[in-house]
């Protein structure tokens, strides 16, 4: 079965500073990884997915399947960047269509 | 584009009382879901569907049911309610697809329910 995990459920950064969310993945098989994000109170969202290997709001993250990592990374955090961060996998193919998630990083940007 | 519509956005519910969380999406996505968040768990899949007249459990389907009569709508049901069912609920929904944009899930606002 597969698994994510995103082992910091809080990380507190300033503004400006780096900041790396952190995303390991368990699955056999060639998964698909995405970022979403959940702002205050609002809904999910897809902030990113690693087949596109795009930059999305200065944010970037590189699959290594070697690690089995799909750690999110921007090199300047801003204040709006404050949100929950879930990362999940997609098994694709056969009727397994589904996302699972990890428990989610709530990242708080300080001025 | 409204995408994916949820209600309602708030409700309490005393214990035993029954509900239906509705949702209905304009997208024309085969897939459909039904996610609970509680706080510091994620996003635990209650039920699933990939298509009009089919559907599966996901991780987490006691206590609620689900139907999927026509593409658009797929509404969650609670029979009988429990404390352990305050959450907030999610509907999303799914282009079918493997690859590139098919992937995408697309989120509802979320309802929050609480049973007391």
């Known amino acids: 079965a597969q698994r994510v995990t995103q082992p910091e459920k809080l990380l507190s950064v300033f503004k400006g500073a780096p900041v790396e969310l952190k995303c390991n993945y368990s699955y056999s098989g060639s998964p698909e990884l995405f970022w979403y994000v959940q702002y205050s109170r609002q809904r999910l969202q897809l902030l990113l997915r690693?087949?596109s290997r795009e930059s999305i709001k200065g944010f970037t993250a590189d699959l290594n399947k070697g690690e089995t990592s799909f750690h999110l990374k921007k090199p300047f955090a801003q204040e709006e960047d404050s949100a929950m961060y879930y990362c999940?996998?997609?098994?694709?193919?056969?009727?397994?269509?589904?996302?699972?998630f990890g428990k989610g990083t709530l990242l708080t940007v300080n001025p | 584009n409204a995408g994916v519509t949820q209600t309602p956005k708030f409700r309490i519910l005393k214990i035993g009382q029954s509900m239906t969380l509705q949702c209905a999406q304009d997208?024309?996505?085969?897939?459909m879901y039904w996610y609970r968040q509680d706080p510091g768990m994620g996003l635990k899949l209650i039920y699933y569907s990939v298509g009009a007249g089919i559907t599966d459990k996901g991780e987490v389907p006691n206590g609620y049911n689900v139907s999927r009569s026509t593409t658009e709508d797929f509404p969650l049901r609670l029979e009988l309610a429990a404390p352990s069912q305050t959450s907030v609920y999610f509907c999303a929904s799914r282009r079918a697809g493997d690859t590139g944009t098919g992937n995408t899930i697309y989120f509802g606002e979320g309802s929050w329910l609480t049973v007391v």
């Open positions: 997208m024309n996505h085969n897939y």
């Open positions: 690693h087949i």
């Open positions: 999940a996998l997609s098994v694709s193919g056969g009727s397994n269509y589904k996302l699972t």
